[in-house]
């Protein structure tokens, strides 16, 4: 992008410029009233409600009362599918977006009065959940009926908003093309749905009248727990000697870090691949929004320069040319340079956004594996309790929200920065530059040249002195050398480094400031010292996070939990004795003959499994205590007494 892109306004000198003719957009009314459509759609919706609940109690297999049948989906059920999921909550942001800025946020009340519009605002934020909840609810069910409905249900919301668009691709407001590119996420994620619900219908997943719900046995049967339990379980190949890494393993371990790959063994949580897949919708409705609300107002003005400009900028005392003509040029260039400044900047933050996401990501399931083999320490600063509380569901409740809300954030205050920061080196480093003028900076700099020579000799004199003087190195060890001279420099530079201190600390603001700004949008780490992070109120509500998913999906558990219940089966089918599943989740396979190495196998597998459970501190917390009190020298039950391990012996008594 240069400056030749731009076609500058025709003028002469006693006409003046030739502006553009002004393009005047008026109000559209499509044809597909948007407030009869939502008036039939939300009884529709309401009906459709009403024949899932009767679809759900005539089946035997559900669950019953009302909190069974009005949950829309297990959200801690790892194994279902994500898709329904995330195009509903990204169509929720979608029409969160819109409403905000929206001049009638309810679509039942047409120009309500500016004191009123706030509460109407409000009870928008709770309509447009119970619109949409019905999309979400037919892929909980997944029967025939569901599929039927929910197809039809998005071919109606879908149709209606092409329908809209198309009747009415121009509006008044901020942008003539806003509301048409804002619904493009909000139709991609409809035009999902609208083909999710009929292959669903088209492949006939139906079990005994209807499809699995979200059930808290859902997914138990699923091979995925005991894959992940094998994997970690398997004995790993011992590693060579570490070497230094060469620089290509470097660069390809730095990429893989802000990458995020799939693993056939991990299957991140529900509600964090929402907050992912809103978060990216978040980033493109800012995006659009920032470029819609300034661009075309530069335009604009750079537009609408006319030779009165000169007479303005006398005013204010700066005369930039005798020429008028050559004034208007200058300041065109200059509101050129400043759209350019801001698009670069909000380039800068949306990429920005997009690597902390995805570096958030990777984290997320460093920290869950972590977890869930137990290791606290390495996630926490401090010692935590996995058991789910109060706070915690709270806390994982509004995770998805509050990522979204943080990138936001983030990404206005990036841009406002970024933004500041181009154009001070655009107007005081590039353009005097390159036009020879205005060196405001430069004579600065030049005025003050013999403070800034001294603080460049004090910061040198140290390291050279250090390096040649004040380091010895005698059979392999490093020691200090010159010890009178090294306390004579340290005393003769105290004066100078009070100086080079107040520019190191300047320097350790603009660094703290750009860490956290760009770091603002990020909840899997905190923007304070570790032994302050609880206050930061993002990275705690992500440790609660955190709490409820390892407390309530932990892999291990329920795989557990699906053997017993594939043994219970198996036994109320067969009638007969219940076959041995304690050798580790089947890690060891059935064989016809008991050999003595198949039985140190099973033996070796059953303690490895007890030894997995017993020193996983997020089981620990879930497990009953003894009711007794620790004797001295003991533990506490559920942890692991290493010298009782290895040497059992027996007490005075006779007792274990």
């Not at 529709?44 to 669950?63: A, E, G, T």
């Not at 991140?268 to 609300?293: E, H």
């Not at 350790?508 to 949008?521: E, K, Q, T, W």
């Amino acid at each position: 992008m240069n400056e030749s892109d731009y076609d500058y306004p025709d003028w002469t000198e006693s006409q003046g410029p030739i502006r553009p003719p002004v393009e005047v957009i008026l109000p559209c009314d499509p044809t597909a009233d948007d407030k009869l459509f939502h008036i039939c759609i939300a009884a529709v919706s309401l009906v459709v409600m009403l024949i899932l609940i009767v679809d759900r109690r005539q089946n035997p297999s559900h669950r019953k009362g009302v909190a069974g049948l009005l949950s829309p989906v297990n959200f801690l059920n790892q194994t279902q599918p994500k898709g329904v999921a995330l195009a509903v909550f990204g169509i929720l942001f979608c029409e969160l977006s819109v409403v905000v800025l929206s001049p009638n946020p309810l679509p039942f009340v047409r120009d309500p009065a500016p004191e009123s519009k706030g509460y109407w605002r409000i009870l928008s934020l709770f309509y447009y959940p119970a619109l949409y909840y019905p999309l979400l609810a037919c892929a909980t069910l997944r029967s025939q009926a569901s599929c039927v409905m929910g197809s039809l249900l998005t071919w109606a919301h879908l149709g209606v908003l092409v329908w809209q668009k198309a009747d009415c691709p121009k509006t008044p407001q901020i942008y003539k093309y806003y509301t048409l590119l804002a619904s493009v996420p909000q139709i991609a994620c409809l035009v999902f749905l609208s083909v999710h619900y009929p292959l669903l219908l088209l492949r006939g997943w139906r079990k005994s009248g209807a499809m699995e719900t979200g059930d808290a046995d859902e997914g138990l049967d699923s091979s995925y727990y005991k894959d992940y339990v094998k994997k970690i379980l398997k004995k790993c190949p011992s590693k060579p000697g570490t070497a230094k890494p060469t620089l290509c393993q470097r660069v390809s371990n730095t990429v893989r870090a802000y990458v995020y790959t799939p693993e056939e063994v991990f299957r991140i949580p529900v509600l964090l691949a929402v907050s992912v897949a809103v978060s990216f919708i978040a980033i493109y409705q800012l995006a659009l929004l920032l470029v819609s609300a300034v661009v075309p107002t530069l335009h604009i003005a750079r537009a609408g320069v006319d030779q009165d400009i000169a007479f303005v900028l006398a005013g204010f005392n700066i005369h930039l040319s005798d020429d008028r003509a050559e004034v208007v040029k200058i300041v065109v260039y200059y509101i050129w340079c400043v759209e350019v400044c801001y698009l670069s900047a909000m380039t800068l933050s949306c990429l920005i956004s997009l690597v902390m996401l995805m570096r958030s990501m990777v984290l997320h399931r460093s920290n869950l594996k972590a977890l869930y083999r137990g290791d606290v320490n390495n996630v926490y600063s401090h010692q935590r309790s996995t058991r789910p509380a109060r706070p915690a569901l709270v806390c994982w409740m509004g995770f998805t929200s509050y990522q979204a809300a943080l990138v936001c954030i983030g990404m206005v205050i990036q841009t406002i920065v970024f933004f500041i920061c181009l154009l001070l080196a655009v107007f005081l480093l590039l353009i005097p530059i390159l036009h020879g003028q205005n060196l405001i900076l430069f004579r600065l700099l030049l005025g003050t040249w013999p403070y800034w020579l001294t603080l460049l000799l004090v910061l040198i004199l140290p390291h050279v002195a250090a390096r040649f003087a004040f380091v010895k190195k005698d059979a392999g060890t490093i020691d200090l050398d010159n010890r009178s001279a090294l306390f004579l420099l340290t005393y003769l530079l105290f004066p100078v480094n009070v100086l080079v201190g107040a520019l190191l600390g300047a320097w350790r603001v603009v660094v703290s400031a750009l860490y956290n700004i760009v770091h603002l949008g990020r909840m899997d780490i905190s923007l304070l010292n570790r032994g302050v992070e609880p206050f930061d109120p993002g990275y705690h509500c992500y440790v609660h996070y955190l709490r409820v998913e390892v407390s309530q999906s932990h892999p291990v558990l329920k795989a557990f939990c699906g053997m017993l219940l594939q043994s219970i089966r198996k036994d109320s089918r067969v009638g007969q004795k219940m076959p041995d599943f304690e050798e580790g989740i089947q890690l060891v396979g059935p064989e016809k003959r008991q050999t003595r190495a198949a039985a140190a196998r099973k033996a070796r597998a059953r303690w490895l499994l007890l030894l997995t459970l017993l020193n996983n501190p997020s089981l620990v917390s879930c497990r009953k205590h003894l009711q007794r009190p620790i004797v001295d020298g003991g533990v506490q039950n559920g942890t692991l007494n290493h010298t009782a391990v290895n040497a059992p012996t027996a007490d005075a008594g006779g007792k274990d």
